[in-house]
T-cell receptor, first 114, second 113 residues
Framework: AQKITQTQPGMFVQEKEAVTLDCTYD???????LFWYKQPSSGEMIFLIY??????QNATEGRYSLNFQKARKSANLVISASQLGDSAMYFC???????????FGTGTSLTVIP | NAGVTQTPKFQVLKTGQSMTLQCAQD?????MYWYRQDPGMGLRLIYY???????DKGEVPNGYNVSRLNKREFSLRLESAAPSQTSVYFC????????????FGNGTRLTVT
């Protein structure tokens, strides 16, 4: 079974609008971390935001926030006030407990329309 | 502050040739990783090293070998390249702590003809 599932291969959003990128995960470990990365067309991987399984509040980092629904095993990334520079691939990843492996989804390509 | 440095940036090989991808990090991280990225498949783990002196197979280890030379350096070797190994390769490092993210190098684009 896939550990991380991203069901949206491509998304479009109007500039200045908010957009939600979906991520669901599968683990039986009660302790885990969820990470989002951005990959612009230049190719580098940029860490955006982290959510721990025991965190009581949803993580936020500037215009990025994480809609964490533990019971549904979802960790959706919300980008507010989209900018043209947000056009990129976005990857969701999970790290279980004290394990060393990171599991990645297949990514969502976001295009911001002027 | 270099972070994770991997070389080369681009490489073209003929089938059967060998090469080593180099990776070094200056963040004093214990754990290092090699991923490959293919269209529509996300990032798949080839090998990782939890600490100096240890290496473990990931999801797609066949056709690759690794060496954790010291705490800073983790190399990936293709002994006999195949066209199926055409991909973008990323090295990454992390602290051995649950909330520590992966820090990536800029990637190596490898083409095997």
């Amino acid at each position: 079974a896939q550990k991380i599932t991203q069901t949206q291969p491509g998304m479009f959003v109007q500039e200045k609008e908010a957009v939600t990128l979906d991520c669901t995960y599968d683990t039986s470990d009660p302790s885990y971390g969820l990470f989002w990365y951005k990959q612009p067309s230049s190719g580098e991987m940029i860490f955006l935001i982290y959510q721990g399984s025991y965190d009581q509040q949803n993580a936020t980092e500037g215009r990025y926030s994480l809609n964490f629904q533990k019971a549904r095993k979802s960790a959706n990334l919300v980008i507010s006030a989209s900018q043209l520079g947000d056009s990129a691939m976005y990857f969701c990843a999970m790290r279980e407990g004290t394990g060393n492996q990171f599991y990645f989804g297949t990514g969502t390509s976001l295009t911001v329309i002027p | 502050n270099a972070g994770v440095t991997q070389t080369p940036k681009f490489q073209v090989l003929k089938t059967g040739q060998s090469m080593t991808l180099q990776c070094a990090q200056d963040m004093n991280h214990n754990s290092m990783y090699w991923y490959r990225q293919d269209p529509g498949m996300g990032l798949r783990l080839i090998y990782y090293s939890a600490s100096e002196g240890t290496t473990d197979k990931g999801e797609v280890p066949n056709g690759y070998n690794v060496s954790r030379l010291n705490k800073r350096e983790f190399s990936l070797r293709l002994e006999s390249a195949a066209p199926s190994q055409t991909s973008v390769y990323f090295c990454a490092s992390s602290e051995f702590r649950g909330d520590s993210p992966l820090h990536f190098g800029n990637g190596t684009r490898l083409t095997v003809t």
